[in-house]
């Protein structure tokens, strides 16, 4: 066991912290996206109807829901392999892929012209970055 009250022990809780909070936000993302596709379909279908993106909803959705669950299923999985073995590589890619995710979420919203929703996104695009930034050690 690391001793936390070090810089090493800091940083490890760190990556620890973070990686729960992506995992958390991105499996409850994703599974509810898996398990309500027809809602979530219909909302975006009416939010992005005045967009260029209006015809391509589907799709998007199916990239978004991936890439939601691939970040949610890393961190995830890298939170457990930090917790026992103190390697952050698969977190550090699962914080990668949540940052495209949260990269796509802000450029469709922008798209759609849903400036405060956009400007929603930003804490966790800054979280998400600091996270890389840490899993990196």
Do not use: C
């Amino acid at each position: 066991m690391w001793n936390l009250h070090t810089p090493g022990g800091a940083v490890w809780v760190l990556q620890l912290l973070a990686s729960a909070f992506l995992a958390i936000l991105f499996l409850q993302s994703g599974i509810d996206k898996v398990l309500d596709r027809a809602g979530n379909l219909q909302w975006l279908t009416g939010h992005f109807a005045k967009s260029a993106l209006r015809g391509s909803v589907p799709l998007l959705l199916l990239v978004i829901t991936v890439l939601e669950l691939a970040a949610g299923v890393l961190t995830a999985i890298g939170f457990l392999v930090l917790l026992t073995g103190h390697s952050s590589t698969i977190s550090f890619y699962g914080a990668v892929v949540s940052a495209i995710a949260l990269l796509a979420l802000f450029f469709g919203q922008r798209m759609a012209k849903e400036y405060a929703g956009a400007a929603v996104l930003v804490p966790y695009f800054i979280l998400t970055v600091a996270a890389i930034y840490l899993l990196a050690y």
